[in-house]
DNA sequence: CTGTAACACTTAACCGATCAAGTCATGGCG
DNA sequence: CGCCATGACTTGATCGGTTAAGTGTTACAG
């Protein structure tokens, strides 16, 4: 099936290419009529702009990326990122933007596939998650002057916007929280130490528990898979302070931490309490359902990709903090026993 | 930072463009000794052929693309996507092809975006996922021509080639296991009745539970989340006839189904045995630890990425089945208890 | 009645590649 | 020596849009 383009329009509609272009990009320089006409042409023969085509000519790609730096098998039961994607395509197909993924092994990678995207013109921007320090990815972008937007934060990302939400705030609330309920010593499986967020979730959550005056402030580093967050939940419980709560990074180390408990015969939420890091189906789906620091990831991503076009669209555009995680309690946080 | 064009390579070499095209593509047409200079210039430079401008004439956009039909809370916690989506890329970006995502709300939105993307010329072929009966999509893709590979089935796609797994098979070996363990009353919680998996399965399902001489032989259909899968649970193990097995067609419902036992008080497995459907990490996260049918998704998406990069070169394909999967017992499957 | 401005177009250059066709020097052969 | 084949390029058309500049018509002011 041969695909119509604008000469074919414009044979039909007795024009030129030029009119036809004029006509359906809304440009001034055709009668209201003859608009019309060659609208309604296209329609019939279900006419759809060459994307090549309007590339080449400076015009943009239309397209947007997404490198995604984790391990397969951390991906594939992340349910963030689905739901990040969910709230960018909300976005994008109200622009047609389309959004291009690569998955890669290693952030001196995604350095590589921005620089190629750039070169091949083949997105517009990008989103850039998991900021860590010093990251190679941000002067590599500054120097392309490839519109970017980072995702969480806050850090040292210069002229690159950031949406990023108040993690410090959420852990304060989850600890304050558990404290209000009567626990003094809680832990925390973090994420991956070498990403920013974590760094800040790991000082709020120190900085906090010193505040309201608890003997320990343990943070356990992870890697967000389901294994190591057994591990380390392991390695908490048969520690001689026993935790009488933990808090989990996020949703998969919670779920794994609540089987290790209950392997071990500690009753959650008797014997142990359990917060988990973002509230997926998985949260109430696991029994006790858990307790957790919920924030709508898709409206985060959402918003993301409305920067992201802002910038695209050359906009002056300011980092803007995304909806605080707040908490859900359920079912696996109670008083600690008392002795 | 302006964008190297083979202009630019073209000059410093002192050759004509068309030079630097051959010499670049591996075509005859120039020396050894000025192919190694100006390639050696067009690494200098950080070259990347404009993606647009070869898409352009005539050659391939060298993108294929996915779309998603399911809403986003699904397709956040279904681990069985972002695992297909792993095997697509290493097989896509060995050969540098992007892969363009769009999630949209119904088969008919599908159809749109096919439509649109090839009217573009945005992708070359594209992946097809959940199959359903009289697929209004894949008439769309035969008239347009646009290659495509089909994931699942086996069902009625005419010239267009699929990559399936013997579902059949597997939900075979699933009862025979059941059944060598002792169970006489197996039901099964479903995946979306209109998709054709789903059917296939649950014939199959009922023809085994059949041949084996077994009483009944429930299918309870459900969507994939982890609500429903609880709804259908509670509703199977409330009943007169109470199962003493239960196989889930993925692993969310699974998970969902063992948290509904739990919180009964229905022992697993002691009083039910349960059996999920596709093995993420999750089976092994929750306790006990669920036994699954287990296969390699990401290798699946690769066969399906290979599949359908060679039809868009233009080579005869043919349906290929990819692994079956296979029980993988763990501990929410055991002997029922004789009364 | 003329000058000119506004409109509704057309023409053609351009984006950055690919590739068929043409050019020019060189070498081998009868 | 002339002829043809070969290699190593160059030239220029082409893909399908966008857009600046040009053209022809009409309307209206002076």
């Not at 900085?207 to 392991?234: H, I, N």
């Amino acid at each position: 099936m041969k695909r119509p383009t604008i000469a074919d329009i414009a044979q039909r509609a007795g024009v030129s290419k030029g009119a036809v272009s004029y006509a359906l990009n809304g440009q001034p320089g055709v009668s209201e009529a003859t608009r019309k006409r060659i609208v309604a042409i296209a329609q019939e023969i279900g006419f759809n702009p060459n994307s090549a085509a309007r590339a080449l000519s400076g015009a943009t790609a239309k397209a947007v990326g997404l490198t995604l730096c984790r391990p397969a098998r951390i991906l594939s039961i992340e349910p963030f990122f689905m739901g990040l994607i969910s709230g960018f395509e909300a976005e994008l197909a109200a622009r047609s933007y389309a959004l291009t993924l690569q998955v890669v092994a290693t952030p001196e990678n995604e350095v590589e596939v921005y620089r190629r995207w750039w070169g091949e013109r083949r997105v517009d921007g990008v989103f850039v998650s998991d900021l860590r320090d010093d990251d190679v990815r941000i002067p590599v972008l500054q120097t392309l002057r490839l519109p970017a937007v980072v995702i969480g934060g806050p850090g040292d990302t210069g002229s690159i916007t950031q949406v990023w939400s108040d993690d410090a705030g959420a852990v304060a609330e989850a600890v304050r929280y558990l404290v209000a309920l009567g626990h003094r010593r809680i832990a925390r499986v973090g994420g991956l130490p070498d990403l920013l967020h974590t760094q800040s979730r790991t000082r709020a959550f120190t900085d906090v528990c010193m505040a309201l005056g608890l003997e320990t402030a343990v943070t356990v580093p992870s890697d967000y898979t389901g294994e190591e967050g057994g591990r380390a939940t392991r390695r908490l419980l048969i520690g001689a302070e026993r935790p009488t709560a933990i808090i989990y990074d996020n949703d998969v180390m919670a779920v794994a931490g609540l089987a290790v408990a209950q392997e071990m015969g500690i009753r959650v939420p008797a014997d142990l309490s359990i917060v988990a890091w973002d509230d997926s189906p998985l949260c109430s789906l696991v029994h006790p359902s858990l307790t957790a620091l919920s924030r709508d990831i898709s409206e985060y991503g959402a918003q993301a990709a409305r920067q992201l076009l802002a910038a695209v669209d050359g906009e002056q555009v300011t980092s803007v903090e995304a909806g605080t995680a707040h908490l859900t309690p359920r079912g696996s946080t109670a008083p600690p026993r008392t002795r």
